[in-house]
């Protein structure tokens, strides 16, 4: 058996601080840890929202949240605004603000559905053709997108809109 040396000057060995920074760590680990998992149980009931913009744009109404927490069905949302929008940054812009308040609307009631449909993805003319009529007869008027680029020009038609079932 080794004794170790008493030092005169009251200091601390070296393998005793050791061994108390090694646990001073782990007791500090296991405190952040601690504090992080009760902060995420805290946030898991408390549910809020933070709007910093100044004119208040991603806010809710008061109302709107009643509505959305009382829905006793499933509200589908058709939303025509999929796609490649060439030389269109605003209706990219649209789509994806769109996407944002329905997940808005989602974090208020689990009774919101969406999808995004392109209505001129099918490769069957007659079928495209059928589809934007149906459009046209629920009062969805379509916009032409005319892109012009050094070698060629096109134009898409969408229909910047939404079909809401309840």
């Known amino acids: 058996m080794v004794k170790q040396k008493n ?9 005793s601080r050791k061994n108390w920074l090694k646990r001073n760590n782990i007791i500090q680990l296991i405190f952040g840890f601690s504090i992080i998992l009760f902060i995420n149980i805290i946030g898991h009931f408390l549910f809020t929202r ?7 744009r991603y806010t809710l109404s008061d109302a709107t ?10 509200v589908y949302f058709k939303i025509y ?9 605003g209706f990219k812009q649209l789509r994806n603000e769109t996407r944002e308040i329905l997940n808005q609307f989602r974090a208020y009631s689990d009774n ?22 149906q459009l046209v007869t629920k009062g969805l008027q ?10 060629s020009s096109s134009q898409q038609i969408i229909f910047p809109g939404a079909i809401a079932t309840y």
């Open 142 to 151: 379509p916009t032409n997108i005319q892109v012009q680029t050094t070698e």
């Open 7 to 15: 030092n005169i000057k009251g200091e601390v060995p070296v393998s």
């Open 50 to 56: 933070t709007d910093l913009t100044s004119e208040k």
């Open 81 to 89: 605004l999929e796609g490649d929008f060439p030389g269109a940054p």
């Open 112 to 133: 919101i559905q969406y999808e995004f449909i392109n209505p001129s993805e099918s490769a069957d003319k007659k079928e495209v053709k059928n589809l934007y009529q």
């Open 65 to 74: 949240k009643k509505i959305l927490k009382n829905l006793d069905d499933i």
